[in-house]
């Protein structure tokens, strides 16, 4: 049985925000815990609660069964059923044999209410030897793995939520964080959820109004108050107690959210428009930024300290850049990468998903955002920055060595055949020389530390350049150029682009048919200009389109009739270099007939540029 602390990995740590990939794991964390807050708004009848909770459950762990059960009591050692739920919402019928009260002894659920954890057990002999409820849902399921998540209040164990699926081996690790943070929420949602002898005072509480009517002397005689008085006071009562009604409800659906917002798991901050504009902040946010949300700043005296939201480097944004406040004008972001600097003078980078809160007419009421910590993921792209810098200068030491002195060796030795030996190892080191620098820029790239020095440039001519270099390092190759009239310069780092067109032209001469030339063209499209390369050869499978300028992903050994080398970073790189320039990627084939790649670069004035 896998105890509680192998819990401890959480959303964050799967999170590669540093490394500019989507946090999928957290954005699913997020949207568990927001579509399960929904669907519990308004849910105060204990039974249409505890049945949500376990289809909530059932659906958002993947449980092929979920059940709840009551409170363990030392005095009463059976742990009562309120609700089951199986695949799809059903009840589980067929699984009845696990869904009994739980008897006294050793139980998965009593220990999660016991140890306030979540304890996962994999129903391994171990497992099944000790816990009879695990015992029982194997026999239903076979190999399952079986997931115990206390539900506290006020640090009080309220109910135990056991959900298992007949799958063998572990949760996915995801599932864990997952876990506990729906079992916080519903926490909080039987926390608020009235008890059987509070719902009977706040029957007798509504009734008594009528009651005291009826049993109340009239200041006149009987006779004189006709029946349409008595009717429109008995309707006023009714009004009354609805109106009371639900202004309490108005209430608990405040302190709900409050507390929703308070104790999420994951940093939040919710704005509100209405009424000048408030703002709320979760723990964990205040947490994260060492005091109040910078927001809450502009409320403070002035020279209070107060922490701050910076855009990566450290200057501090105004708050017209904050998310937060751009969401509340319509402008959603999703994973942008912020610092917040804490009082103390310390920076925690953080990842900031943001969007607006509107009504059913989409009127905009308010902007929601969340933030990610994201300091172990930064630290560890640090880390391996410098690395793969470390590893790339000593590894150019060496070559540079055996680079000179295969050129001496090339100049002064008569043999026919060492001068063939020594050309074969300039060869090689030119290649592992370029491997490194592919390395070193796939590092940069991924760091999103690229460097790009953009100057004004005549890309035909560039192209011509290029061209003339392509032919007289492969004359058997035959390469076309097309040039349109009238292309203005761009803004464009020389040397890197070089980058780009040699390794697009170097792909269709190792990939393209011999016989046929290579097509390069250079057109403008409105606010930008595109550049394609062309050449007719067995091209691409559709399926090898998607991934083609992911990292290390290379043509398969189909499309040349050999080997050809390299570390499958060359069109990664290429990406990263046009976007970079605020352009765009992407290939086209055909199998048998053309394969063309096109990028294009936008004109100085335009968006982007």
Not at 233 to 248: G, M, Q, T
Not at 268 to 275: C, L, N, P, S, T
Not at 379 to 387: F, M, T, V, Y
Not at 396 to 417: H, N
Request: hydrophobic share 40%.
């Amino acid at each position: 049985m896998m105890q509680g602390d192998v819990t401890s990995t959480s959303a964050q740590d799967r999170l590669p925000g540093a490394t500019g990939e989507p946090a999928s794991t957290a954005a699913q964390l997020a949207d568990a815990v927001a579509e399960a807050s929904a669907a519990l708004a308004g849910k105060l009848d204990p039974h249409e609660l505890h049945h949500a909770i376990v289809a909530l459950a059932a659906r958002l762990l993947g449980a092929d069964v979920a059940l709840l059960h009551g409170a363990p009591a030392d005095e009463a050692p059976p742990i009562r059923l309120l609700a089951s739920c199986g695949p799809a919402g059903e009840a589980p019928s067929e699984h009845a044999a696990a869904l009994d009260d739980l008897p006294g002894g050793p139980s998965l659920g009593r220990l999660a209410a016991e140890s306030r954890r979540v304890e996962l057990a994999t129903a391994d002999a171990a497992d099944r030897a000790r816990f009879h409820d695990v015992r029982a849902l194997e026999a239903c399921l076979g190999p399952c793995w079986v997931l115990c998540v206390p539900l506290l209040g006020q640090g009080r164990p309220l109910g135990v939520l056991t959900c298992a699926s007949g799958s063998p081996g572990a949760p996915p690790p995801e599932l864990l964080p997952r876990a506990r943070a729906l079992g916080a929420l519903f926490g909080l949602a039987l926390q608020r959820s009235p008890q059987p002898d509070e719902r009977d005072a706040a029957a007798r509480a509504e009734r008594r109004p009528r009651d005291a009517l009826d049993d109340a002397p009239d200041a006149r005689s009987p006779d004189a108050r006709s029946p349409a008085l008595q009717r429109a006071e008995a309707l006023l009562l009714d009004a009354r107690a609805a109106l009371r009604e639900a202004e309490d409800r108005l209430a608990a659906e405040r302190r709900w959210l409050r507390s929703v917002i308070e104790d999420f798991p994951v940093a939040i901050a919710v704005f509100d428009e209405r009424g000048g504009g408030t703002l709320l902040a979760s723990r964990r946010c205040e947490q994260l930024c060492g005091g109040p949300h910078p927001l809450k700043a502009f409320e403070l005296p002035e020279g209070s300290p107060h922490a701050r939201l910076c855009a990566p480097g450290g200057r501090p944004l105004d708050i017209h850049e904050m998310p937060l406040v751009r969401a509340a004008r319509g402008q959603g972001t999703t994973c942008e990468e912020l610092w917040f600097c804490r009082p103390d003078g310390r920076y925690v980078p953080v990842v900031v998903s943001a969007g607006p809160i509107g009504d059913d007419q989409g009127a905009i009421l308010g902007a929601i955002a969340s933030y990610e910590d994201v300091t172990h993921y930064a630290e560890r792209a640090r880390l391996r920055e410098e690395w793969t810098s470390i590893v790339a200068h000593d590894l150019k030491q060496p070559l540079s060595a055996i680079s000179a002195y295969a050129g001496m060796l090339s100049r002064r030795v008569e043999a026919a055949d060492a001068a063939g030996w020594s050309q074969k190892i300039l060869a090689s080191a030119r290649r592992l020389e370029r491997m490194i620098e592919d390395l070193l820029d796939a590092s940069k790239i991924e760091a999103r530390r690229l460097s790009i020095e953009r100057r004004p440039t005549d890309l035909g001519a560039h192209l011509r350049a290029a061209v003339e270099l392509a032919i007289a390092e492969r004359p058997d190759r035959a390469v076309v150029l097309a040039v349109d009239e009238g292309v203005p310069p761009v803004l464009m780092d020389p040397a890197r682009m070089d980058q780009v067109i040699g390794n697009l032209l170097l792909n269709a001469a190792k990939y393209g048919d011999p016989s046929a030339p290579i097509r390069v063209t250079l057109a403008r499209r409105s606010a930008e200009v595109e550049v394609a390369i062309e050449n007719r050869g067995r091209g691409i499978p559709p399926d090898e389109l998607p991934r083609l300028f992911q990292r290390f992903q290379r043509l398969s050994s189909g499309q040349s009739s050999k080997a050809t080398n390299g570390t499958g970073l060359g069109l990664y790189i290429c990406k990263g270099i046009v976007e970079a320039h605020g352009g765009r990627i992407w290939a086209r084939s055909t199998l048998n007939e053309t394969t063309s790649f096109h990028f294009t670069l936008p004109l100085p004035g335009a968006s982007g540029s």
